[in-house]
Nanobody
Framework: QVQLVESGGGLVQAGGSLRLSCEAS????????MGWYRQAPGEQRELVAV???????NYVDSVKGRFTICRDNAKNTVYLQMNSLKPEDTAVYYC??????????????WGKGTQVTVSS
């Protein structure tokens, strides 16, 4: 029914930048909040950033001033621009979206994740 596909992960040196993208596709009626989580080895998954359909944003303290979340509603896509990356940002990054389907159901959907590795 719905797929979220992330792209843009990779290996980067500390201080570098990466841009993650996540496109939602399928029987979509409306997308509400979209966000990014991350999970490092041995750690719990944590919310990194979220953006509402109206464009309001919120970030975890550790990425404020370095990461920027934005979305293109026409493309059903959310982005995460990550600057000044640190080794502690290394994790699998997951996209999530709160979606109303054409069929009338509402659910949270997740992508499969994209690996971000920051070397020191």
């Amino acid at each position: 029914q719905v797929q979220l596909v992330e792209s843009g992960g990779g290996l980067v040196q500390a201080g570098g930048s990466l841009r993650l993208s996540c496109e939602a596709s399928g029987s979509l009626f409306r997308i509400n909040d979209m966000g990014w989580y991350r999970q490092a080895p041995g750690e719990q998954r944590e919310l990194v950033a979220v953006i509402t359909s109206g464009g309001s944003t919120n970030y975890v303290d550790s990425v404020k001033g370095r990461f920027t979340i934005c979305r293109d509603n026409a493309k059903n896509t959310v982005y995460l621009q990550m600057n000044s990356l640190k080794p502690e940002d290394t994790a699998v990054y997951y996209c999530t979206a709160d979606i109303w389907l054409v069929a009338g159901w509402r659910n949270d959907y997740w992508g499969k994740g994209t690996q971000v590795t920051v070397s020191s």
